[in-house]
């Protein structure tokens, strides 16, 4: 079992940056692709960004310019750094990974980190 565990959400003004991490753990894995989604309240999860193994990365149109998507295979770990932040980046951002682990290729979540910012 894989699990996902992600990190630094918070409250910040318009204007300001902040950066996710997230982290896989777990016992004989491979990670494939991975990527940040995120879903405001009364909206359907949309993708953020994406980046595969091999390093091809996607990003919605909302966020390009703005944010940046990086891994580090070594951690097993995933970033989004947001910067110029506005109101309508609000949600709860969720980490997804595309593993091959012993039940050959899976999809997990992680539980999610609120991003608010301020106008």
């Known amino acids: 079992q894989v699990q996902l565990v992600e990190s630094g959400g918070g409250l910040v003004q318009a204007g300001g940056s902040l950066r996710l991490s997230c982290a896989a753990t777990?016992?004989?894995?491979?990670?494939?692709?991975m990527a940040w989604y995120r879903q405001a309240p009364g909206k359907q999860r949309e993708l953020v960004a994406g980046?595969?193994?091999?390093?091809?990365?996607n990003y919605a149109d909302s966020v390009k310019g703005r944010f940046a998507i990086s891994r580090d295979d070594a951690k097993n770990t995933v970033y989004l750094q947001m910067n110029s932040l506005n109101v309508e980046d609000t949600a709860v951002y969720h980490c997804?990974?595309?593993?091959?682990?012993?039940?050959?290729?899976?999809?997990?979540w992680g539980q999610g980190t609120q991003v608010t910012v301020s106008s």
């Open positions: 997804n990974a595309v593993v091959q682990d012993y039940r050959g290729i899976q999809a997990y």
């Open positions: 777990g016992r004989s894995f491979t990670t494939k692709a």
């Open positions: 980046i595969t193994g091999g390093g091809k990365i």
